[in-house]
């Protein structure tokens, strides 16, 4: 199975400011097809996942352009470009370029 | 609106069975593939099982294969999830998840529903 691992775990933010969350995979994501299939989810508390970036850099439709996506082979980034209030919650990269699809341990952004 | 939601969950004692249901609106079922994630309580999510738009395509985490049985009724728009021998291990809140193929993402999750294993 392909291991998906974030740092840091957790990241303290300051509202305005920027953040960014590594993701590191076990093994390359590039697909046959060649495309590489790593995706990003948000949860806030107490709701469901959220997809927030697909095939590395692309937003899901109503996602706000301060996220953005980045990365090739076994090393991905996402970045918010200032935190608002509302980005708390744990994010979590996922590979869908090999069964069985696997996700990060997640990261956890508090405000300060 | 597009939706997923799921039913089923709730206290079982170990080595019993449950089945899950997951009730898709809004979008034609039939054209997607559709898995079940979980997450245990504070934990992270796992994958659990994947089935294709036909059923010709099925797959299953190690943690669970053998005991877990996925299927889906697309006249009905509804994905099962069949799980037997129940064990402590398998409490988590599931939810079910569309495939965006396109993508190569879960594009739409449900709330879940929790299942509890315990005695």
């Known amino acids: 199975d392909i291991v998906m691992t974030q740092t840091p775990l957790s990241s303290p933010v300051t509202l305005g400011q920027p953040a960014s969350i590594s993701c590191r995979s076990s093994q390359s994501l590039v697909h046959s097809d060649g495309n590489t299939y790593l995706s990003w989810l948000q949860q806030r508390p107490g709701q469901p996942p959220r997809l927030l970036i697909y095939?590395?850099?692309n937003r899901f439709s109503g996602v706000p352009d301060r996220f953005s996506g980045s990365g090739a082979g076994t090393d991905f980034t996402l970045k918010i470009s200032r935190v608002e209030a509302e980005d708390v919650g744990v994010y979590y990269c996922?590979?869908?370029?090999?069964?069985?699809?696997?996700f990060g341990q997640g990261t956890k952004l508090e405000i300060k | 609106e597009v939706q997923l939601v799921e039913s089923g969950g709730g206290l079982v004692q170990p080595g019993r069975s449950l089945r899950l249901s997951c009730a898709a609106s809004?979008?034609?079922?039939?054209?997607?593939?559709m898995h079940w994630v979980r997450q245990a309580p504070g934990k992270g999510l796992e994958w659990v099982s994947g089935?294709?738009?036909?059923?010709?395509?099925?797959g299953y985490a190690d943690s669970v294969k053998g005991r877990f049985t996925i299927s889906r009724d697309n006249a009905k728009n509804s994905l099962y999830l069949q799980m037997n021998s129940l064990r402590a291990e398998d409490t988590a809140l599931y939810y079910c998840?569309?495939?965006?193929?396109?993508?190569?993402?879960?594009?739409?999750w449900g709330q879940g529903t929790m299942v509890t294993v315990s005695s």
């Open positions: 095939k590395i850099s």
């Open positions: 089935i294709s738009w036909n059923s010709g395509s099925i």
């Open positions: 996922t590979q869908a370029t090999q069964f069985p699809y696997t």
């Open positions: 998840a569309k495939d965006n193929q396109q993508l190569a993402a879960f594009d739409i």
């Open positions: 809004g979008f034609t079922f039939d054209d997607y593939a």
